[in-house]
Every structure is written in C-alpha cells, then in structure tokens.
C-alpha cells in the first residue's frame, strides 16, 4: 500500500498563491492515479483535481478550473497542486488520494492527512 502525506497549506490573502505537495511512500506513485480532494467546515468533502498515471488525463472542478494546476512527479513520487488566485471560498482541508484510475468519480483506497488552507479577504 502507499502512504501519503501532504504539505505546503497555510494563510494567505486572496488573490494569493499557494503550492500543495502530496509525498508518497511505501508503492510507487506512477501504480496510481491521484486526486485533490478539499473539505470546508460543514460541507461535504468535493473533488478539486485529478490526474491519470501518466498525467495524460487531468480534470478539474468548475470552481478551480483556470486557477488551479495540479502536476505528478513520478520519479519524486510526488503530485502537487499550485493554486493561484486564491479565494476566501477555497479555504478548507485539501486532501490527495491515491487510487487505481485518477478521474472525479473514481474509487480512492489510500488518503493522506490532509493539509489546511485558508484565504483571507
């Protein structure tokens, strides 16, 4: 199995960037496909980013899509998520996923602790 851990959040201002790391160990990263997942207080946990094994598939949520950029690293065995123009809407808990096919809807099996983001207005 693989072990992930995420880094890189913390307070910004809107309008602000911030660049998500998502460390992997335990399997190689490239057996996965890997989401971006975030969480708000009171909210259901969404889909941010996801990207395929090969970074030939990405997708994004509508909220995210022209701001956000999510990337792999196999050989690192890291993905990132670089978020620019950050809203006060984006705060919340960001999680990376690991699992077999990296799409919105697909089945995650292993998750990281997650990492907090908050933007500021």
């Known amino acids: 199995q693989v072990q992930l851990v995420e880094s890189g959040g913390g307070l910004v201002q809107a309008g602000g960037s911030l660049r998500l790391s998502c460390a992997a160990s335990?399997?190689?990263?490239?057996?996965?496909?890997m989401g971006w997942f975030r969480q708000a207080p009171g909210k259901e946990r969404e889909f941010v980013a996801t990207i395929s094994r090969n970074a030939g598939s990405i997708y994004y949520s509508e909220s995210v899509k022209g701001r956000f950029t999510i990337s792999r690293d196999n050989a690192l065995n890291t993905v990132y998520l670089q978020m620019n123009s950050l809203k006060p809407e984006d705060t919340a808990v960001y999680y990376c996923?690991?699992?077999?096919?990296?799409?919105?809807?697909?089945?995650?099996?292993?998750w990281g602790q997650g990492t907090q983001v908050t933007v500021s207005s």
């Open positions: 996923a690991a699992g077999v096919v990296g799409a919105p809807s697909a089945r995650y099996d292993y």
């Open positions: 335990g399997r190689a990263l490239s057996n996965y496909g």
